[in-house]
């Protein structure tokens, strides 16, 4: 008896020795570094760059950096990155960087520009149906779980294909989104300031979840309110408007029922 109990403690004692040097090898900032870069990069089926990244394990996991830019595979290589972040701090659970389902807790994003070049999202993204050989010597993608997005000072630009014509440019402010990554989608709430006619847009409703086979399709629903927008900015009408109503569809159609 008194052998068991000497082989059961020297056990007990290799697991708990083998369990922490496999997490302290796991939670080595390099390698959550790595991980969480090849985790965006599979599910925007993108490649992802990052200036510069700071990862603290102790006392909880942080992450912080600047310099984050997203381009899709087989954009045009005179096309900016699709996402640039100027800055970026993010939490997480260990349990959170260590597996193939990476989650993170709370992401707070400031300065973020979000180019859609003339055309759309389609014309920039090659065909995704052949897996490159990244993906097919890792295995199965690595997919990625945020709690809550926050980005301040965002800015998207739409592109046209005239070429006289300036882009439509939205300044997006207090964008709040939750569950990105889950399959029912992210629900989100923003305010909006709209170029012409410039009036602020308050929006809630639920993005995604986003396909990176064909980025156009992501769908997205919601309900809107736009008020006091002023009719002056268009040539040749006046006044006020306020519009409310619902739209839905994807990034590449939404259709609008307002009053």
């Known amino acids: 008896m008194r052998r068991f109990f000497l082989v059961a403690g ?3 004692f290799l697991l ?6 496999w997490l302290t090898l796991a939670l080595r900032p390099e390698r959550i570094r790595e991980h969480l870069v090849t985790a965006v990069s599979d599910r925007f089926a993108a490649r992802v760059d990052v200036e510069a990244a700071q990862i603290d394990v102790m006392p909880r996991p942080a992450i912080s950096g600047s310099g984050f830019r997203i381009q899709l595979r ?4 005179d096309l ?8 970026f701090e993010a939490s997480a659970p260990y349990r959170g960087l260590v597996g193939r389902r990476v989650q993170l807790g709370n992401v707070s994003l400031t ?18 149906d052949t897996p490159t050989t990244d993906d097919s010597r890792r295995g199965s993608p690595i997919s990625i779980v945020i709690d809550e997005i926050v980005s301040r000072d965002a800015r998207l630009e739409i592109a046209t294909r005239k070429a006289n014509k300036l882009p439509r440019v939205f300044e997006i402010h207090d964008l709040v989104m939750r569950g990105f990554g889950l399959p029912e989608g992210a629900q989100f709430q923003a305010g909006v300031t709209n170029a012409i006619p410039r ?3 308050e929006t809630t409703g639920t993005f995604g979840p986003w ?4 980025p156009s399709l992501t769908p997205i629903r919601g309900e809107y309110a736009f008020k006091h927008a002023d009719l002056n900015d ?8 306020s519009s409310v109503g619902q739209y839905r569809g994807t990034l590449e159609r939404i259709e609008v029922d307002g009053q």
């Open 10 to 12: 020297v056990l007990a």
């Open 16 to 21: 708990i020795v083998g369990g922490a040097v």
């Open 74 to 77: 087989g954009a045009a290589a």
């Open 80 to 87: 900016p990155p699709l996402v640039s972040v100027h800055s």
């Open 111 to 128: 300065g973020t520009d979000i180019p859609i070049p003339p055309g759309g999202l389609r014309p920039a993204v090659a065909s995704l």
């Open 199 to 201: 009036g602020r847009v």
């Open 211 to 214: 396909l990176k086979e064909d």
């Open 234 to 241: 268009i040539k040749g009408i006046g006044g006020i408007l």
